[in-house]
């Protein structure tokens, strides 16, 4: 069948002066079909590259669009064919002079669209003529060419200053799906090249401004998304009072089209509000209010309340955000509740105002805009901005008892971080909690682990209420009290909470708490132990109420000898997942047993999937000057990774050692930036010295590359861009003019590996010779001997490794250790220096930089002489 459907194809063709679309019929027939062999595609290839010369000869202008499109599609199908495609197309498009603008638009389209895709060159004169082609037919009088081309106008090679005058010119087009596309184009084409003329980016920018108020809604859409990365753009090239003028015009410009028509339109103006950052903080609390504000009344800025209206009065920022809120979309309310994240962490009386406007927007009848409105409180808290007052908590906590499960879960993720400021707030919490509990018992994992959060983050507050609990549930009392039900159980997680509470004990009247309750936590052990999974297991909980119990009161138990001193702060926004209380020793060893424990490997594993997600949303409040938030930030991050980490040597622990690493570069890295971009600043004063924050960065980045084995590339190309960084950084000190290069830096989010693994080493000196009363014997002028113990921890055999001994400043001597030579596994090494030993005649140490594994080891001689150890590794990479 294929052989005949081949030779009627070929038949037709061969009368070149009667051409059929019988022939094109046949040919996509057999182009369809995965069973046709590549002969026979190369024949059909051939017979069309005929016919396309046959056509292009005659006036058969209307069979040039079948032949391109038949070309196209074995172009997609059969990708081998590419070259000899693509210069047939190439050869239609530039030299056919019969050829339709939308024939030739296609085969354009197409053949650069090959060309791009493939990694040889396929067309050595490809790009001769192409701008050419491009701008005639850009100018041709078929609108759907002109359109598609505009569309895939950052495929095709033109210069970009011809572009931009092209594109600019477009966006007059009576059309209004070429005005879209051009503003499309004009997008991109901002994030890709540098334009030094200010006069050229405030006109793109106004514009943008004048296709605000377009008849059509596409063309609003895409002037919206243009004002605002133009306006930002503009921004970025300001400088002093100019940039707060131009930053408030575009805030206020994007404000001023809340109240479009179009749904599209609302939902893309509060999608670049979102974005935006610096902003005057009268405009930001302008925006929730309706009533013009006394500062706003006779301010104008740049820009265009409508097209009769050249100038910009700030008051058309009024109640921007209530508009929103208050839409008929429940679309638009969601964008309306997500865009007020960023100016609430700009602005601590912002996020007050608008933490009333969210609490009315928690009776909405979309769950979607509930749930935003939940996430973007929980964003506040997250940043220390979410105050919840009393007249608010009636509304939140009705989300508490929500029949959405989300709802509910989001909201118990904002009672974590909010901090309760009196008792009453407390009582109503506590009790919204239970009949959540009582409600939804499926919820009971989480609504116990955030009774016991809350109890440690208000003890105070907590005693109370045990106070007033005990009696219900004493033995002497007459009420039959049942300890399965809801209200108990959350009752006796709050007594547990209490001695473990972050407040100072001192301040505590733990006395006050009957010892029995903890008698009566034992009956629900099951229950309560799977509540608090993530801070500690059965037997620990075990132990602990047991020794509870027992005691006139917790605050006897005393720490152990050599043990940390409890932590003594009072921080809401902190959730500590490993207790720090008097029996942490128990809880240490019971962590270190269970290190294996799949549950808490995933939490772990989650947790850093979170530090990854939104490290890279941190920057842009860098850039903004923010220092002092991003490192609370960092460090609360940072300190919850800590209870995670047990052994840095195993798998599972290498990836959080690693993610806390890149945790004190990315600090180190804020207050740099702060140094060189705000030097005059207080905060940044009292973060350092730059010459010795830089060093560090450079330390810990080359820690992140060189002592973690199976990096990914992207992770290597990562650690290196922060590199350089750091030196563009270190070279602004002599050259301010440096400090440009990073104008467009930020922080990239990286897809972490899970197989990396994190190079250690141990080093002793034996278990005699390690004293003062117990050196090591020698006789002066003869060589000494040396026993070293080294436990190496996922080393590479390959690993060059040297042993660095220093006596004086000037007098060291380097041993070089042959790793191939020892027994051992992949993931540890056990080395004994006192059986083997390579020394390396000639060679006085090494001569590339070294990265050391192991601090150094104090070795004490008879004589009294005090003789350093290092162990020093360095990887093979690139490196003889």
Request: aromatic content about 8%.
């Amino acid at each position: 069948m294929e052989q005949k459907l081949l030779s009627n194809f070929e038949q037709i063709c061969k009368n070149q002066t009667k051409i059929s679309l019988k022939s094109f019929s046949i040919a996509r027939t057999l182009l369809v079909n995965p069973s046709t062999s590549d002969q026979t595609i190369s024949s059909i290839l051939q017979n069309l590259e005929t016919l396309s010369t046959a056509v292009a000869a005659s006036n058969h202008q209307f069979y040039h669009l079948h032949v391109i499109t038949l070309l196209c599609e074995i172009s997609i199908v059969r990708r081998h064919f590419s070259p000899r495609i693509t210069t047939t197309l190439h050869s239609l498009s530039l030299h056919c002079p019969n050829i339709t603008p939308r024939a030739a638009g296609l085969a354009l389209s197409t053949s650069v669209s090959i060309y791009l895709a493939s990694a040889s060159n396929l067309v050595s004169a490809f790009s001769e003529g192409t701008e050419g082609l491009f701008l005639s037919l850009c100018f041709s009088s078929c609108v759907p060419v002109r359109q598609r081309l505009l569309s895939d106008v950052e495929l095709f090679n033109v210069r970009p200053s011809l572009l931009l005058t092209v594109l600019t010119g477009f966006t007059k087009d009576p059309f209004p799906y070429v005005r879209k596309a051009a503003l499309d184009g004009l997008i991109g084409l901002c994030k890709c090249i540098v334009v030094e003329d200010r006069g050229m980016i405030e006109g793109c920018y106004l514009r943008a401004v004048e296709l605000l108020f377009d008849t059509e809604e596409c063309v609003r859409c895409s002037a919206v998304h243009m004002v605002s990365e133009w306006g930002k753009f503009l921004v970025a090239n300001s400088e002093g009072k100019s940039k707060r003028d131009w930053s408030d015009a575009l805030y206020v410009q994007l404000c001023s089209m809340v109240r479009d028509m179009s749904m599209n339109v609302k939902i893309e103006a509060f999608n670049a509000l979102g974005k935006l950052g610096m902003t005057s903080e009268y405009i930001l609390m302008q925006t929730l209010s309706k009533k013009v504000l006394p500062i706003t009344k006779e301010k104008t800025l740049h820009g265009q309340l409508s097209r009769k209206h050249s100038n910009l009065p700030a008051s058309s920022a009024a109640g921007a955000f209530i508009h929103g809120l208050e839409d008929e979309f429940h679309e638009v309310r969601s964008c309306a509740c997500y865009s007020m994240r960023m100016p609430a962490i700009l602005s601590a009386d912002f996020a007050t105002g608008a933490l009333g406007l969210l609490m009315d927007v928690l009776n909405d009848d979309s769950v979607v805009v509930r749930l935003q409105a939940l996430e973007t409180m929980h964003h506040m808290a997250v940043y220390g901005h979410l105050k919840v007052q009393e007249m608010h908590m009636h509304m939140f906590l009705g989300a508490l008892i929500d029949m959405n499960s989300s709802i509910r879960l989001t909201a118990r993720k904002v009672l974590r971080l909010t901090k309760l400021h009196d008792l009453i707030l407390f009582k109503l919490v506590v009790d919204s909690l239970i009949q959540s509990l009582e409600k939804y018992p499926q919820d009971e994992m989480d609504v116990l682990s955030l009774v016991f959060d809350i109890g440690r983050n208000h003890g105070t507050f907590a005693i109370s209420i045990i106070k007033e609990f005990f009696p219900e549930v004493d033995p002497s009392s007459e009420c039959n009290w049942d300890f399965n039900n809801s209200k108990t159980a959350a009752h006796l997680v709050l007594a547990i909470s209490i001695p473990l509470s972050h407040g100072k004990q001192q301040q505590l009247d733990l006395d006050s708490i009957p010892s029995i309750i903890y008698s009566y936590a034992v009956t629900i052990l099951g229950r309560i132990s799977r509540s608090l999974t993530g801070v500690m297991n059965q037997d620990t909980l075990l132990a602990y109420l047991s020794h509870c119990s027992r005691s006139s009161g917790p605050h006897p138990i005393e720490l152990m000898k050599g043990e940390d001193k409890m932590v003594e702060d009072d921080v809401a926004t902190k959730i500590d997942t490993q207790i720090t209380c008097p029996v942490s020793v128990r809880l240490d060893m019971v962590h270190n047993n269970s290190d294996g424990d799949s549950e808490t490997l995933d939490n772990a594993d989650n947790y850093i999937k979170f530090i990854f997600a939104n490290v890279v949303q941190i920057w842009p409040l860098m850039k903004f000057g923010c220092i002092q938030e991003v490192l609370t930030t960092l460090r609360s991050w940072k300190e919850e990774l800590a209870a995670f980490i047990t052994d840095p040597s195993c798998q599972s622990n290498s990836r959080l050692t690693f993610t806390s690493q890149y945790l004190d570069v990315v600090k180190l890295l804020s207050k740099a930036w702060c140094h060189v971009m705000c030097p005059m600043d207080l905060i940044c004063k009292e973060s350092g010295n730059l010459g010795y924050i830089l060093q560090k960065l450079e330390s810990r980045l080359r820690e992140l590359q060189h002592r973690f084995v199976g990096l990914s590339k992207e992770e290597e190309l990562h650690i290196q861009e922060l590199t350089h960084v750091a030196s563009t950084l270190k070279s602004s000190i002599f050259d301010e003019s440096a400090i440009k290069k990073l104008e467009f830096f930020s922080l990239k989010e990286i897809i972490f590996q899970k197989n990396i693994k994190y190079m250690d080493a141990e080093v002793d000196v034996g278990d005699k010779y390690n004293d003062w009363l117990n050196p090591i014997p020698f006789v002066a002028g003869l060589p000494v001997g040396i026993p070293l113990k080294i436990r190496l921890h996922n080393v590479p055999i390959e690993t060059k490794l040297w042993v660095k001994m220093t006596m004086y400043e000037k007098l060291r001597e380097y041993v070089y250790v042959d790793l191939k030579q020892f027994e051992g596994c992949e993931k540890a090494w056990n080395v004994c220096l006192r059986r083997r030993l390579m020394v390396l005649e000639g060679m006085v140490g090494p001569h590339m930089n070294l990265f050391i594994f192991a601090r150094k080891k104090s070795i004490l001689l008879a004589s009294r002489f005090q003789l350093f150890s290092d162990l020093i590794g360095k990887m093979v990479r690139g490196c003889a």
